[in-house]
């Protein structure tokens, strides 16, 4: 019997989808590309022009192409300022986060409906992303942890009233229990349980 199901588990995480695969990484997106979010609130799309940051937009593209942002929290949405997002899946996050995405300049300004990557020091961008919900003009320009400015790359260009529907009640209050998200998405989700999330992100149309 123990055998039997050794080699049941043996079939069902042969067949299971790949998580990650480092050749992912290496796909370049289109010059200019839709990506639709669906979340709990409704939907949003996003579009994206490789021009403005040509790693940032290849790194959406990899990641919404294959799958990252299903069930993905909005675990930080503060009023007035940014909608972030991120997921909470640590083996994931770890895979993504081993292939660094070198800074960018700016060239499209942080204003209301852009969409950039957070980071928290050099060539730290990869994985969670924020909506401004304002113009944050000065997101241009911040030196933070030696970097200077976060260059926005996309824009959403429908669903915004969506995005600005998304449950504010936390604030800044989730950052400080962050590593519980991480480690534990259910506790989190207990502590803070009417977060939002991303239930399927897929690529629009292309140009």
């Given at each position: 019997?123990?055998?039997?199901?050794?080699?049941?588990?043996?079939?069902?995480?042969g067949c299971a989808p790949k998580i990650f695969k480092q050749e992912w990484t290496q796909e370049k997106s289109p010059d200019a590309f839709t990506a639709r979010f669906e979340t709990?609130?409704?939907?949003?799309?996003?579009?994206?022009?490789?021009?403005?940051?040509?790693?940032?937009?290849?790194?959406?593209?990899?990641?919404?192409?294959?799958?990252?942002?299903?069930?993905?929290?909005?675990?930080?949405?503060?009023?007035?300022?940014?909608?972030?997002?991120?997921?909470?899946?640590?083996?994931?996050?770890?895979?993504?986060?081993?292939?660094?995405?070198?800074?960018?300049?700016?060239?499209?300004?942080?204003?209301?409906?852009?969409?950039?990557?957070?980071?928290?020091?050099?060539?730290?961008?990869?994985?969670?992303?924020?909506?401004?919900?304002?113009?944050?003009?000065?997101?241009?320009?911040?030196?933070?942890?030696?970097?200077?400015?976060?260059?926005?790359?996309?824009?959403?260009?429908?669903?915004?009233?969506?995005?600005?529907?998304?449950?504010?009640?936390?604030?800044?209050?989730?950052?400080?229990?962050?590593?519980?998200?991480?480690?534990?998405?259910?506790?989190?989700?207990?502590?803070?349980?009417?977060?939002?999330?991303?239930?399927?992100?897929?690529?629009?149309?292309?140009?």
């Amino acid at each position: 019997m123990k055998k039997f199901l050794f080699f049941c588990i043996i079939i069902v995480s042969g067949c299971a989808p790949k998580i990650f695969k480092q050749e992912w990484t290496q796909e370049k997106s289109p010059d200019a590309f839709t990506a639709r979010f669906e979340t709990t609130k409704g939907s949003y799309d996003v579009e994206v022009k490789r021009e403005w940051s040509p790693l940032a937009a290849d790194r959406l593209y990899q990641l919404v192409k294959h799958h990252y942002f299903e069930k993905v929290l909005f675990y930080r949405v503060v009023p007035g300022f940014v909608a972030q997002f991120g997921g909470s899946d640590s083996v994931k996050n770890m895979a993504w986060e081993k292939v660094i995405i070198p800074d960018e300049p700016v060239l499209l300004s942080n204003k209301k409906g852009t969409i950039s990557f957070a980071r928290s020091g050099k060539d730290s961008r990869g994985i969670d992303l924020y909506i401004n919900l304002a113009d944050n003009i000065r997101l241009d320009t911040l030196d933070y942890s030696g970097v200077k400015g976060f260059p926005a790359f996309g824009i959403v260009t429908k669903g915004m009233d969506v995005v600005e529907s998304l449950y504010v009640g936390y604030g800044e209050k989730t950052m400080d229990k962050l590593d519980t998200m991480y480690i534990d998405r259910s506790k989190f989700l207990d502590m803070f349980p009417e977060l939002d999330e991303i239930t399927k992100a897929y690529i629009l149309k292309t140009k």
